[in-house]
DNA sequence: CTTTTCATGTGCAAAAATTCACAATGTCTT
DNA sequence: AAGACATTGTGAATTTTTGCACATGAAAAG
C-alpha cells in the first residue's frame, strides 16, 4: 500500500499538522496549494511536505500543486479518520469535562460513546452530549459492546494506572492519557500521553536561554 | 555553562519528562537511581539519559547513580522551574478554567497572574483563584506590569492570531496555544502548540496499521 | 590494601530524519 | 506545436539523534 514498510513517526505528526489549513483553505480559499505555501502555513519546510507525501502516493500535479479537497481526503483516508472513531473517557472532571463538550474532536470524527467516573456522587450525572456517566466495573462491559476503539484517561495520576489496566481489559488498542504520569500497556496497545507542563518547561528553558544569550 | 553550545531539543523534552518520576521517589523511594531505572520509567533508553544528563554536568556518582533530591534540582534549574513563572491565559472559556483550576500547574511552579476574555458577560467575573477577568485591551498593560513572561491562548481558532498579536505586544517571550491553528509569531517569542486531535491521529493511524498486518 | 563490583560518562558507529538539488512532468502562452 | 515556466517527486548529501561498548572512577567486600 505505501512506498516503504515504516513510515517515520514525524512523518505521521506532520499529516494530522497538514490537515488543519487544508481545511481552511477548503472553506475559503483557492482549491490548489503548493508544498512551499502548506509548509509555511505549518512551519516546516517545502520539501518535507513533499516527501511526507510521497510516502503514500503521489497526490500533487507537476507544475500546479495539489488539489486542497483531494489531498484532504486522501490524509484523511491514511490516518484513519475518514470513519467514525469512537472514544470513552474515564474521569469526568474538570478536564474530562471540557473534552466531551469540545466540539473539535466531533468535527473530526472523534466521538465519545461512554463515559466513567468512580465517584459515587457524579455516577448517574447526564451530561450534555446525552451520555449517562458509569461506574469504573461498567468499563470492560460497555466498551465491548459500543465497540470502543481508544479510551481516554483524564483521571488524576494516583488511579491512572488502574484505569489503564481496565482499559486494556476491556479491549482498546489506543490510549490518550492527560494524567502526568507514564502508564505500562501491553505491546498491542499504543498510548498517547499529553503533558502540557512539558511544553511549559520547554518554554521555560528557551526564555532562559534567551536571558543568556542576550547578556 | 554547558558542554556544547546547542542541546538537542528532544534532551529538552526528556528532561521534563524524567523530573516526574523523581518527584515521586522523592515523596517514597529510595534516595538514589541509576539510568536504568529511571530510563525504564520513562520508556527510554539508559544511555540516553546519561547522555541528556551530561550535557549539563556529571550530576552522578559511578557504581552508584543518580542522587534523586540533587537530580530533581539540577533539572529544574536547568528548565529555569526552580524560580516562579508567571502565565496569562486568554479565553476562559471550559478548557480555560479548567487550565487555571488545575494543581499541576501551581506545583511545579507556574502561576496565572491575569485571565483575559472578549465576552463582556465574562469580564469582571472572579474566579475561585481570586483572579479577576479582565478585557483584551488590558493584557499589553497587565502584562508588563506583572511581568507576565508566558501567554496561554485558550480561545476558538478564529481569535487565536488576533490573542498572539496582542501578547506579542506585550512582550511575553512565550506562547502555549491550545487553539487548532499555527499562530505566527516573531523571532523573540516561542510558541509551543498543544493539539490533542494530534495524538488522537496518531492513534487512530497506528489502530489501523495494527489491523493490517494482522490481517 | 587489594580486589571485586557496579554504574557513570563518553568516543564512536549506526540509524533516522531533514534538506538539497535537479530531473521529470504537468500547464500555460504564443 | 514548441518553448517557457512552475512545481512535484526523489536520490544523494547532510544533519541530527540514538545506541553501543568500554574505560573510568567510586564504593564495598575480602
Ligand atoms: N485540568 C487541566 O487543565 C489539566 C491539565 C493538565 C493535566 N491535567 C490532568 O488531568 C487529570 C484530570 O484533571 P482534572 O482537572 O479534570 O481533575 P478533576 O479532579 O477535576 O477530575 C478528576 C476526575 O476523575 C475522577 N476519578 C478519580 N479517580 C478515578 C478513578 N480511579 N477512576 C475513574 N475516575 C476517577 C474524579 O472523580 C474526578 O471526577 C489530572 O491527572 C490532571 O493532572 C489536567
Ligand atoms: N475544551 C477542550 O477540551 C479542548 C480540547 C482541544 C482544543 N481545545 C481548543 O481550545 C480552545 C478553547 O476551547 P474551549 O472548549 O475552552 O472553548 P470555549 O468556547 O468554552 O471557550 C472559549 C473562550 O474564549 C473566549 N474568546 C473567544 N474569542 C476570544 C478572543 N478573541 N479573545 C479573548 N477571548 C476570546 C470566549 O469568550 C470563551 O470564553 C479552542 O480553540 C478549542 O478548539 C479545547
Request: charged fraction near 30%; aromatic fraction near 6%.
Amino acid at each position: 500500500m505505501t512506498k516503504v514498510d515504516k513510515i517515520p513517526e514525524p512523518t505521521i505528526k506532520r499529516l494530522a499538522f497538514y490537515s488543519r489549513p487544508l481545511e481552511d483553505l477548503l472553506e475559503s480559499g483557492p482549491p490548489v496549494i503548493s508544498s512551499e505555501k502548506l509548509a509555511d502555513s505549518c512551519g516546516v519546510h517545502p520539501a518535507q511536505v513533499r516527501k511526507d507525501l510521497a510516502y503514500f502516493g503521489e497526490f500533487g500535479v507537476r507544475g500546479v500543486g495539489y488539489d486542497v479537497r483531494d489531498l484532504l481526503r486522501e490524509i484523511k483516508r491514511i490516518l484513519a479518520t475518514d470513519k467514525p472513531v469512537y472514544l470513552c473517557i474515564v474521569g469526568v472532571g474538570n478536564l474530562g469535562t471540557s473534552l466531551i463538550e469540545n466540539e473539535n474532536f466531533k468535527k473530526r470524527g472523534y466521538r465519545f460513546k461512554a463515559a466513567f467516573d468512580s465517584d459515587p456522587e457524579k455516577q448517574g450525572e447526564k451530561l450534555a452530549c446525552g451520555l449517562i456517566i458509569e461506574p469504573n466495573h461498567r468499563i470492560r462491559e460497555v466498551c465491548r459492546e459500543k465497540e470502543i476503539e481508544i479510551g481516554v484517561i483524564a483521571t488524576p495520576p494516583r488511579g491512572a494506572q488502574r484505569v489503564c489496566d481496565l482499559l486494556l481489559d476491556a479491549g482498546v488498542k489506543g490510549i490518550l492519557n492527560f494524567a502526568p504520569m507514564q502508564v505500562r500497556t501491553t505491546g498491542d496497545c499504543r498510548v498517547e500521553n499529553v503533558d502540557f507542563t512539558v511544553k511549559l518547561e520547554n518554554l521555560a528553558y528557551h526564555l532562559h536561554r534567551l536571558d543568556e544569550s542576550e547578556g
